[in-house]
């Protein structure tokens, strides 16, 4: 029970509801775990809202931990989610703009599992809030548009607000090209290749990485530039 005398929910529970989303169960309890471990140490954010999937399992996790999870979408929904292309979905289209908009349903999912306190909608597009970003966070978790200037431009725009030792986690990494698009692959692969991160087991299609403690070289950063250092 929270303070306004609302149920609140646990991983449990979750498991047994139907959201809309693109996210297998395994992800999402992967999800949940990375985001009770890491709320402790600073606020969580997540880039890709769409109706609230994530953000419940993130969210709840934040929750146990007595963290916060900020969610950046504009809510218009993402190139492959329009009219007439592959993801759309005419339950999210608003008939009054005859545009999608996922922030409805985004807010109904929050209210509905009580996490209002601790899920901070941000409603704008991602790369204009990181301008004024400030706060470091112990969770980057990157599961916006799919183009590979998008998933540049999120990951590029946010790591360095990412704390050492805190999370970064990139959705629909498909190393096979014939089963999934390659950016967030690239970007993954960019990642690790700066040295800065720890790889961590992948579950499904959830890529995760951990920002190494500050002054520690990562395999990767010892390999690539092992050479240069005296
Ligand atoms: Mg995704």
């Known amino acids: 029970m929270d303070l306004n005398g609302n149920l609140e929910v646990n991983i449990d529970d979750l498991s047994k509801l139907a ?3 693109f996210m297998a169960d395994e992800e999402a309890g992967r999800l949940y775990e990375l985001a009770k471990d890491a709320a402790r140490f600073g606020p969580c954010l997540e880039i890709g809202s769409y109706c609230g999937r994530s953000a419940a399992y993130l969210g709840t996790g934040c929750r146990e ?7 950046v979408d504009h809510h218009q929904g993402s190139e492959e ?3 007439g292309q592959e993801y759309y979905d005419p339950d999210l289209l608003d008939p009054a703009t005859g545009r999608i908009n996922t922030f409805p349903l985004f807010c109904r ?5 009580s996490l209002q306190d601790t899920v901070i909608p941000i409603v704008a597009r991602s790369e204009v809030v990181a301008r004024f970003w400030q706060t470091p966070l112990s969770l980057i978790f990157i599961d916006g548009g799919h183009a590979f200037e998008t998933v540049f431009s999120d990951y590029s725009a946010w790591v360095s607000h ?3 030792g805190g999370y970064l986690i990139i959705h629909d990494i498909f190393p096979d090209p014939a089963k999934g698009g390659q950016a967030p692959y690239c970007v ?7 040295g800065l991160f720890f790889e961590l087991p992948m579950v499904q299609t959830l890529g995760v990485l951990q920002r190494a403690p500050a002054g520690s070289l990562t395999d990767e950063s010892k390999t690539r530039w092992g050479r240069l250092q005296t």
Do not use: D, H
């Open 19 to 21: 959201f809309k989303g």
């Open 65 to 71: 931990a007595g963290g916060v999870l900020f969610s």
């Open 188 to 194: 993954y692969n960019m990642a690790l290749a700066s």
């Open 162 to 164: 990412l704390k050492p």
């Open 109 to 113: 999912t929050i209210l509905e599992l």
């Open 81 to 83: 989610q329009q009219p």
